[in-house]
C-alpha cells in the first residue's frame, strides 16, 4: 500500500503491528497518549505506557 501512496489503518492490542507499520499511536479513553514513528520507539516503551 504504501508504494501506491495509499494510508492504512490498522488497530490491534499486538505488538507485530512494528513489523508492519510506519507510525505507532496509542489511544485510551478516547485521548491520543503516545504517536510516535515506529523507528523512534519500541515495544517496551510501548508497553511502558500501557
Same mark, same amino acid.
Request: with cysteine; hydrophobic share 45%; aromatic share 6%.
Given at each position: 500500500?504504501?508504494?501506491?501512496?495509499?494510508?492504512?489503518?490498522?488497530?490491534?492490542?499486538?505488538?507485530?503491528?512494528?513489523?508492519?507499520? %510506519? #507510525?505507532?499511536?496509542?489511544?485510551? #479513553?478516547?485521548?491520543?497518549?503516545? %504517536?510516535?514513528?515506529?523507528?523512534?520507539?519500541?515495544? %517496551?516503551?510501548?508497553?511502558?505506557?500501557?
Amino acid at each position: 500500500m504504501k508504494g501506491q501512496g495509499l494510508t492504512g489503518i490498522f488497530i490491534s492490542h499486538n505488538m507485530h503491528v512494528f513489523q508492519s507499520c %510506519d #507510525r505507532i499511536v496509542a489511544m485510551a #479513553r478516547g485521548e491520543i497518549v503516545f %504517536d510516535k514513528p515506529t523507528a523512534e520507539t519500541s515495544i %517496551d516503551e510501548v508497553h511502558a505506557l500501557l
